[in-house]
């Protein structure tokens, strides 16, 4: 698997937190609304959003409900849970720290341009 796919793949549980912190989704609007945000750099697919959404709830990361969406269309959504706001939390620390660490050992300033 490329490295991209890997970094990609180790992000999604705090993305999908990020959005759901601000507000309750239905999976193809968290699958957009990341790939809208990140200009189509995070593209999110059924096959790992749905079973991460699905593992999350049982985690008790997120809880979610069935909502009408018109002429006779359901839609599940998700929403944070207070567990799933402390993983959050916990999470942006663990990145932060990571990140810098990373950053320390390539040898690149934090808030530097990478080369390329």
């Known amino acids: 698997m ?3 796919d890997q970094i990609r793949k180790g992000s999604t549980e705090i ?5 759901l912190a601000e507000e309750p989704m239905y999976g193809y609007q968290i699958s957009h609304e990341l790939q809208r945000r ?4 995070f593209e999110m697919k059924e096959g790992l959003l749905y079973p991460t ?3 999350m709830a049982h985690d008790g990361l997120l809880k ?3 909502r009408e ?6 839609r599940k959504y998700y929403a944070i849970t207070e567990k799933g ?3 959050l939390s916990e999470q942006i620390k663990e990145w932060h720290t990571f990140i810098g660490n990373l950053l320390q050992v390539l040898d690149v300033p934090a ?6």
């Not at 993305?15 to 959005?19: G, M, N, S, V």
């Not at 990140?38 to 750099?41: A, D, I, L, T, V």
Request: cysteine-free; proline content about 6%.
């Open 15 to 19: 993305l999908i937190l990020k959005l």
């Open 53 to 55: 959404l699905h593992r």
């Open 38 to 41: 990140s200009g189509g750099y």
């Open 69 to 74: 969406a018109g002429t006779a269309r359901r």
């Open 64 to 66: 979610s409900e069935w």
């Open 85 to 87: 706001h402390r993983a």
């Open 111 to 116: 808030g530097a341009k990478t080369p390329g």
């Open 2 to 4: 490329p490295l991209q």
